[in-house]
């Protein structure tokens, strides 16, 4: 596998389930990311951790628990969402050079949601 | 202010035409700009990093005007698979990422 990785490419859920995303990232980076893109909206940012670290959070509601065990790989666990939540959920990497300067995301296929 | 701004568009054009977006940012102190492309219901793509001095790859080619502080990209001889949306990317200082304008659709049509 190369670049970044996504799982499932599809989800369909109730508002009751609990479901997690995964992404998994192959280039060797320090820094991973969430963001929500919404139909026909721009992307919004969610989650950002850098060496395994949350360095933020965008006011992104509980029922979305992030997790992040290695530089490699990142969760986005789901409970009891609300059909707004529908969505594409994008996963992105980069190599946080912590200079200053930010190097280019990369982002995979994302996990097309939807709540019923 | 974290802030990146881009007209919305859509951009309609016909196939070989040349076509300019700009983007401006709030930041005097950002240092890191560039320009993605997102097709319909995929994810954001690189399409290149704008430097300073500007760059151009084929027919792309981006522009950073720090005095006015917007970044410029222009398409030339237009592609129908062109379209799509294209999104200017800065720093801004203070926060742990880059941020993404709302980006702009360009449509190329035969």
């Known amino acids: 596998e190369t670049g970044v990785t996504q799982t499932p490419r599809h989800l369909v859920m109730g508002m009751t389930n609990k479901k997690s995303l995964k992404c998994e990232q192959h280039l060797g980076h320090n820094a991973m990311y969430w963001y929500k893109q919404s139909a026909k909206k721009p992307l919004e940012l969610m989650f950002v951790?850098?060496?395994?670290?949350?360095?933020e959070n965008n006011s992104v509601p509980s029922r979305f628990s992030p997790e992040c065990p290695n530089s490699s790989h990142l969760f986005l666990h789901l409970h009891t969402l609300q059909p707004e939540d529908s969505a594409l959920y994008l996963c992105?990497?980069?190599?946080?050079?912590?200079?200053?300067?930010?190097?280019?995301?990369?982002f995979g296929p994302g996990t097309r949601l939807t709540v019923l | 202010r974290k802030e990146v701004e881009q007209d919305p568009g859509p951009f309609n054009v016909p196939e070989g035409a040349t076509v300019a977006f700009n983007c401006t940012y709030s930041?005097?102190?950002?240092?890191?700009f560039f320009w993605y492309r997102q097709d319909c219901r995929k994810e954001p793509k690189l399409l290149m990093s704008v430097y300073s001095s500007g760059n151009e790859d084929g027919r792309f080619t981006a522009q950073l005007n720090r005095a006015s502080q917007y970044i410029s990209l222009l398409i030339r001889d237009s592609k129908l698979s062109d379209s799509a949306t294209y999104l200017c990317v800065v720093n801004m200082p203070g926060y742990s990422t880059l941020t993404f304008g709302k980006g702009t659709m360009l449509l190329v049509s035969p």
């Open positions: 992105a990497s980069s190599q946080d050079s912590g200079t200053g300067t930010y190097n280019e995301q990369f």
């Open positions: 951790y850098s060496l395994e670290e949350r360095v």
């Open positions: 930041n005097s102190a950002s240092q890191s």
